[in-house]
């Protein structure tokens, strides 16, 4: 049942009272920290942090994941700033939005991540960007209006732990913008509470159980590690990134027997050679979200048990399988205790059993759900319409009350983890002078989840090719939405109001005529251009 008992940075200074020697964060290069030493780290972020904000409010992060980020944004909890993560991919218009939209008065940036200033307007930057060092990255020449962390300030002689109810806002995250720019989604210490305490099923880990994370802190996913560890009273290993290659030899190294895959990740798993030390290790416990059709191998091979969810930044896991039980790998799961759930259409009305529509949620437990859309106050209250938080995603119900994810509403797309606007796509491709119209839409990979693919029109004379464009945007865009398919065509399918009908594009998907960065050559075997083709309208 829900219930929010502590917040996670209550629970972090409780522990460090408790048992401040206990090891709480730990890389996979030996360098861990006790839960006392973690709370002094936050202690001495929050007094950096204080002063970077002056007041005003908001402090952007850009950090690569690891224990300095997990100590920085547990900092926030002692500081009077509040946190917007920033995702470590964003460059140029996407970032400069984050930026501005928040208003943030300071940005904390990670040396690796200086040249992102340089995609961005002087204008938009922050008041104060401070950037921290890190071993192994010689020192660059810092741009005008950076500077150095040399060190964090001295933890305070006297200093309350903070309160942390559940109803005060732990982070603002950002959406990928699948309506229109991202919106800051300001997310309450009982949301995250809600969502570390309901994706494993209720009771099934303990002490004993050491989390494993390779996931960005940037994303709720990867700040879930930490919290469900100091729930646990026990140990979070973190890796920057996930690798293939090291996984299992991280989980034996350090007797992990706890983590979550996406799809990617767990098919990348399965791609290698079968072998006797697939079940030498104490993994035993995995969050796959959401289900990939080989799990039962997965879980066979490897010798683990399964669970899932369905959530998004603006919940808290309100969709979960029933204990270790994905039998049913269509399904995301079935509605938590404490949680209201539709399935509705257009106007509001429920659909019936089978039929496609909109899931809409509510919560019995106060502040389970985000607390809006960051200066957003319309967005906010169009979201919460007839006291229903609309999620923008297309599900179906079965006769058993198993929940189906069918599709995202809000027309965003997914690749190895990644949720990516269509509309940002769509924007940066616009932006070369040779394009007149672009739409994006996803394609199935074989990983499970999609492909980027734009469908482009040239402005008249234009001379632009596949390859000159993809060169483009990989300037002016993160590398995870750089599409792998561009199409040209002559024109893109049309309503009577000029809104592109996308699933025509859908229906089309990958052919003949489609041109592959992945190849470097068209799917039709012709060097340089590969043609344009008419898309009709309607």
């Excluded at 002692?78 to 140029?92: D, F, I, K, M, Q």
């Excluded at 939005?97 to 922050?126: K, T």
């Excluded at 006797?276 to 059709?293: C, G, S």
Aim: hydrophobic letters at 40%; aromatic letters at 8%; charged letters at 25%.
């Amino acid at each position: 049942m829900l219930g929010v008992t502590t917040t996670y940075p209550r629970l972090v200074a409780t522990l460090a009272d408790e048992f401040p020697g206990r090891p709480f964060l730990q890389d996979v290069h030996d360098r861990s920290v006790t839960y006392g030493a973690a709370r002094q780290l936050a202690r001495r972020w929050a007094v950096l942090l204080d002063s970077v904000a002056q007041g005003r409010g908001t402090v952007a992060t850009m950090m690569p994941t690891g224990i300095d980020y997990a100590t920085l944004t547990l900092g926030f909890a002692w500081s009077a700033a509040l946190e917007v993560p920033v995702n470590t991919a964003l460059r140029g218009r996407t970032f400069e939005h984050v930026l501005r939209d928040s208003q943030a008065a300071g940005l904390v940036i990670g040396v690796r991540y200086v040249e992102a200033l340089a995609s961005i307007d002087r204008s938009q930057w922050p008041d104060q960007v401070i950037v921290v060092p890190e071993d192994g990255i010689e020192p660059p020449a810092l741009p005008d209006g950076a500077r150095w962390l040399s060190e964090l300030p001295e933890e305070p002689s006297e200093v309350s732990d903070p309160e942390a109810a559940p109803h005060d806002l732990a982070w603002v995250l950002y959406t990928s913008g699948t309506t229109g720019p991202a919106k800051g989604v300001m997310c309450t210490w009982a949301q995250t509470a809600l969502t570390a305490t309901g994706v494993f099923p209720e009771g099934a880990l303990t002490g004993d159980d050491v989390y494993y994370t390779a996931l960005p802190m940037f994303h709720v996913a990867g700040r879930m590690g930490p919290y469900i560890a100091a729930l646990l009273g026990s140990r979070c290993v973190i890796r920057e990134s996930f690798s293939t290659k090291d996984f299992w030899d991280d989980i034996r190294t350090f007797g992990c027997t706890t983590t979550q895959l996406f799809p990617a990740m767990a098919q990348f798993l399965l791609s290698q050679p079968a072998g006797p030390e697939d079940t030498d290790h104490q993994l035993r416990n995995v969050l796959l979200a959401p289900v990939i059709a080989d799990h039962a191998e997965l879980s066979r091979r490897f010798g683990v048990r399964l669970c899932t969810t369905w959530n998004m930044t603006e919940t808290s896991a309100p969709i979960v399988s029933g204990g270790f039980d994905v039998t049913n790998h269509a399904s995301c799961g079935r509605q938590r205790p404490g949680y209201e759930l539709r399935i509705v259409d257009d106007r509001d009305r429920p659909v019936r059993i089978g039929e496609v529509g909109e899931l809409v949620v509510r919560s019995s437990e106060p502040h389970a759900l985000m607390a809006g859309y960051l200066r957003r106050p319309e967005a906010t209250v169009e979201a919460w319409r007839d006291l229903w938080f609309h999620t923008g995603d297309a599900f179906r119900i079965d006769e058993d009350g198993n929940y189906y994810y069918v599709d995202r509403r809000k027309d965003a797309l997914r690749r190895r983890g990644e949720n990516i606007s269509s509309f940002e796509v769509e924007s940066d491709v616009a932006s070369h002078p040779e394009v007149a119209q672009a739409a994006a839409i996803g394609v199935p990979a074989p990983d499970g989840e999609q492909e980027v693919m734009v469908f482009v029109v040239l402005t008249e004379g234009a001379e632009l090719d596949e390859a000159g464009l993809i060169e483009y945007l990989r300037g002016v865009m993160p590398a995870f939405m750089v599409p792998r398919y561009v199409e040209f065509v002559d024109a893109l399918p049309q309503t009577a109001t000029f809104r592109v009908q996308k699933h025509l594009l859908r229906e089309r998907g990958v052919g003949s005529r489609t041109w592959d960065r992945y190849a470097h050559v068209p799917r039709d075997g012709a060097a340089g251009r590969s043609g344009k083709e008419e898309v009709s309208t309607c």
